[in-house]
């Protein structure tokens, strides 16, 4: 019980106080005279939301894409990785874990070298985003898909005569199901929040969230950079909302 | 059916990497009986159980399936039920869509999957249970829906791999009385893997002993029984100890000369000139000093069973357990004399 009031405190600390600042400096005429001096306004929200917002669909277009990329290509990975006892399957599981140790500008920068004639069509951010989330997909897909009981369930469906196809859509992806919403819930929002490699690999012309409230906070009032700041942390609670629920139901069905 | 019917394996050697999990074992199981496959852990009895099913790759060797070679056939076209160690239910399904599950992969019309996944539930006695989830069973009903599942499909062969280990051992005595009674009803070829010589003896029309990959023995129950190849046969399926033998005219000798024993004392049915002789637990007493065939052993550990007390016995550096009905008073020596009949010449 204590605890669980320690932990919550620690939570409303870090994650509730600088929000509730941030709204309260996005709220205030004039922050730098003190909090509500000049009064109550919200013009400056109406503002950031007028700005952000093609920064904001361009986000979420990319978090979708990096997401489904991840389930894609993570899962297939992962699978290999996870059912493969040969040296080639365990080499490839710690080279797609490498970007975890390497500095964002880095990646960027490999990758601008490497596949330029990527960098207009917004693909090479794609690209970026899904190489910076893929060790968290197979983190989260490879434990599963190697357990025990999975492995014998998929063997009794190919005794029972099931075809590769019909194992995987009865058998592993409902046996997998939580693992997939998570690592699709860590990839949308680790993409959508994705600061270093879409400052560099991303055309300055067609700017995601995160680069917009950098130049926010760089360039414009304080008052308007947290009224952007605030509607970033509103638009990630649909997507965010949608993937709790749909879990619980999943966890409810599974009881 | 013929005998070319049920499952033949021959010189069948699986690999895993440089080591040999299986050797060239070959085994005939007819159509219709259960086979046993008995061995210590790790002995390869699993890894055979999962080359007949099609899930390791087979070394050497030929499997045969009534009369098909299935060697290279995939795991899904061996038209095999498989009951593995944990049951391995669909979590996520019914008990009616688990035992189902064969039956769609195989696109069999749903009035006709439907008759027979009421059939197979009415024979594990689980009609009432269609529409619960597996994580609403007791163990043993999980087993019968693994079998009920295995079976709905009507396989030409099924395999259980260790089918009982996972349940409570008080459970245990009663669910192999009812999986025997399913096996036979079911009347389908098939085969156990067990580590338990208990199982094997009450489940096997054929037992099959495996040590380091090979067969060591295989027979009926009481011919294993009765004849264990040898020492690892008769100590691991609990028949008893083997003791090199000397028979001299009227007399047998054992351990080196130390023991002897008068011929009349012992079962000779087999043979009346062997060189080895099976002391089960029961074929000792204890006597006078002045038994026939009496001999003095230190009493190295006793241990009360309920209805009998067991205890380990050292005969001159030779160990042996012998069961004593009903209790008996602890000393640390003991005289002992075989009962009429109780030793085995083989």
């Known amino acids: 019980m204590r605890a669980g009031a320690a932990w919550t405190r620690l939570m409303v600390a870090v994650v509730v106080v600088p929000m509730l600042v941030t709204l309260v400096v996005a709220t205030s005429v004039s922050f730098s005279t003190g909090p509500f001096s000049g009064g109550v306004t919200f013009d400056w929200m109406s503002l950031g939301l007028e700005l952000l917002a093609p920064t904001l669909l361009r986000s979420f277009l990319v978090g979708v894409g990096v997401a489904a990329a991840n389930l894609l290509i993570g899962g297939l990975l992962a699978w290999w990785v996870a059912r493969t006892a040969a040296w080639p399957a365990r080499l490839v599981g710690y080279l797609a874990n490498l970007p975890l140790a390497v500095p964002g500008i880095a990646i960027s920068v490999a990758l601008i070298g490497t596949y330029a004639q990527l960098r207009p069509s917004g693909l090479l951010l794609v690209a970026g985003h899904v190489v910076f989330t893929l060790p968290f997909t197979l983190a989260a897909l490879v434990p599963v898909l190697a357990a025990d009981g999975l492995v014998e369930c998929d063997q009794v469906a190919r005794s029972l005569g099931a075809s590769p196809l019909r194992r995987l859509v009865t058998v592993t992806l409902p046996w997998c199901r939580v693992a997939v919403l998570q690592a699709a819930a860590t990839a949308y929002a680790l993409s959508y929040g994705e600061f270093n490699i879409s400052f560099f690999v991303n055309a300055p012309a067609a700017p995601t969230a995160p680069f917009a409230l950098f130049e926010a906070y760089a360039t414009r009032r304080i008052e308007l950079a947290s009224a952007m700041s605030i509607w970033f942390i509103v638009s990630l609670l649909p997507v965010l909302g949608a993937l709790a629920a749909l879990r619980g139901r999943l966890a409810e069905r599974s009881s | ?346």
């Open chain 2, 1 to 346: 059916m013929t005998a070319s019917q049920g499952l033949s394996i021959a010189g069948l050697t699986v690999r895993y990497g440089a080591t040999d999990a299986v050797r060239d074992v070959s085994l005939h199981v007819p159509a219709g009986s259960v086979l046993a496959l008995v061995g210590p852990s790790g002995c390869g009895k699993t890894t055979i159980l999962r080359a007949v099913a099609g899930l390791v790759d087979v070394a050497a060797g030929e499997i045969r399936i009534e009369g098909r070679d299935v060697t290279r056939v995939p795991a899904a076209r061996r038209n095999v039920g498989l009951v593995p160690q944990s049951y391995a239910m669909f979590p996520h399904m019914s008990v009616a869509a688990n035992v189902a599950y064969g039956l769609r992969a195989r696109r069999t019309p749903a009035g006709v999957r439907e008759r027979r996944v009421a059939e197979v539930l009415e024979l594990v006695h689980l009609t009432g249970y269609a529409q619960r989830r597996p994580a609403a069973l007791s163990g043993g009903q999980r087993q019968r829906v693994a079998l009920a599942r295995a079976l709905a499909v009507d396989p030409a062969l099924l395999l259980l791999d260790e089918p009982l280990s996972a349940l409570d051992p008080q459970l245990r005595g009663d669910l192999r009385r009812n999986l025997a009674a399913n096996l036979a009803a079911a009347g389908c070829t098939t085969v156990i893997v067990t580590h338990d010589q208990q199982e094997a003896l009450a489940l096997g029309t054929t037992i099959a002993v495996v040590r380091e990959g090979r067969v060591v023995q295989a027979g009926t129950p009481a011919e294993l029984w009765n004849a264990p190849a040898d020492e690892f046969v008769a100590d691991f399926l609990g028949s008893g100890r083997m003791l090199p033998a000397r028979r001299d005219g009227d007399v047998v000798t054992l351990l080196g000369g130390r023991w002897t024993l008068p011929a009349a004392l012992l079962d000779t049915s087999r043979t009346r000139d062997g060189d080895r002789v099976l002391i089960r637990r029961d074929s000792l007493v204890p006597a006078g000093p002045a038994a026939p065939g009496g001999v003095t052993a230190l009493v190295r550990h006793v241990e009360f069973a309920g209805s009998h007390t067991r205890l380990r016995l050292d005969l001159d550096g030779t160990e042996l357990d012998l069961d004593h009905p009903g209790v008996l008073s602890p000393a640390p020596v003991l005289t002992l004399a075989p009962r009429p009949g109780g030793i085995v010449l083989l």
